[in-house]
């Protein structure tokens, strides 16, 4: 009678149980874990992210460009007003040299040349600000701590450019040039043509001190490595004289060599600067 209560109670189980399901039970069964998500990098965010359309991010831009232009305007407009003062520094380089004017107007249209250059150059902080403002929402917590580093020290490496064109390149160049034709020809030089060499041979050596900065920006987004720079030293050397050879607007070798030198100082002192930052 028992028996025959058991089997009767086993029977009600199994028909409670679908046949498809496997029912394996073990003392030492874990809850099946969960598949680990990798959480995101807090430097990888955007910061204060705020949805644009295209048309105003189109908007902001016009906006940006109109007030740039505005600043460059008015420092070109109060760089003529006092061009005279720098187009006499400029000409203090070519020591024992008359400057003729060889042409109607040409004075003037060299004060516009300077006047440009240099109002440019004054407004370059405020047009740079523009920039900054434009691309700052898109740039991650990483990409943000790069640009206060990079902004300030591409500033000053410009600044030491010019300085070190008008101090060393410029002076070289010149005196290279007098010297040569001495007891030939008497120095008697086109105002246009020179300050057409000057004013590039100082931007030109402005644009090449950024090299250190570029390094920093490959290396920080971690593109290049310190290492990856240094083993291309061969090649660097070579870059090196070709671009001194191509910046430099006259054909005297000394200005190609110092300024071949300058580029490698900064490159090596860029890859100095990477491996300073742990890349």
Same mark, same amino acid.
């Given at each position: 009678m028992l028996s025959s209560q058991l089997m009767t109670s086993s029977q009600?189980?199994?028909?409670?149980?679908?046949?498809?399901?496997?029912?394996?039970?073990?003392?030492?069964?874990?809850?099946?874990?969960?598949?680990?998500?990798?959480?995101?990098?807090?430097?990888?965010?955007?910061?204060?992210?705020?949805?644009?359309?295209?048309?105003?991010?189109?908007?902001?831009?016009?906006?940006r460009i109109f007030y740039s232009l505005i600043a460059v305007a008015v420092g070109v407009i109060g760089c003529f007003l006092f061009v005279k003062p720098i187009v006499q520094l400029l000409e203090v380089p070519a020591q024992g040299v008359k400057f003729l004017q060889l042409a109607p107007g040409e004075y003037f249209f060299v004060s516009l040349k300077v006047a440009g250059?240099?109002?440019?150059?004054?407004?370059?902080?405020?047009?740079?600000?523009?920039?900054?403002?434009?691309?700052?929402?898109?740039?991650?917590?990483?990409?943000?701590?790069?640009? *206060?580093?990079? !902004?300030?020290?591409?500033?000053?490496?410009?600044?030491?450019?010019?300085? $070190?064109?008008? =101090? /060393? &390149?410029?002076?070289?160049?010149?005196?290279?040039?007098?010297?040569? *034709?001495?007891? !030939?020809?008497?120095?008697?030089?086109?105002?246009?043509?020179?300050?057409? $060499?000057?004013? =590039? /041979? &100082?931007?030109?050596?402005?644009?090449?001190f950024q090299i250190p900065i570029i390094q920093v920006l490959l290396g920080g987004l971690g593109i290049v490595s310190s290492k990856q720079m240094l083993s291309g030293w061969r090649y660097v050397i070579l870059g090196a004289v070709v671009l001194g050879a191509i910046l430099t607007p006259s054909t005297d070798p000394l200005t190609q060599s110092l300024l071949a030198g300058a580029v490698l100082g900064l490159y090596f002192g860029g890859i100095g600067l990477v491996k300073l930052i742990g890349k």
């Open positions: 009600d189980v199994d028909t409670k149980i679908p046949s498809g399901i496997d029912l394996e039970v073990r003392g030492d069964s874990k809850p099946a874990s969960k598949p680990e998500i990798d959480p995101l990098d807090p430097l990888d965010e955007l910061p204060g992210e705020v949805e644009m359309s295209i048309f105003d991010h189109l908007e902001e831009l016009r906006q250059y240099s109002g440019l150059l004054l407004s370059s902080p405020f047009v740079l600000y523009q920039i900054i403002q434009f691309v700052l929402p898109g740039l991650t917590r990483r990409e943000r701590r790069l640009l *206060g580093p990079v !902004v300030l020290g591409s500033s000053f490496l410009f600044a030491g450019g010019l300085v $070190f064109a008008y =101090l /060393l &390149l410029v002076p070289a160049a010149l005196k290279f040039f007098i010297s040569y *034709g001495a007891d !030939v020809v008497e120095q008697l030089w086109s105002i246009d043509k020179y300050f057409e $060499f000057i004013l =590039l /041979l &100082l931007f030109s050596t402005g644009l090449a």
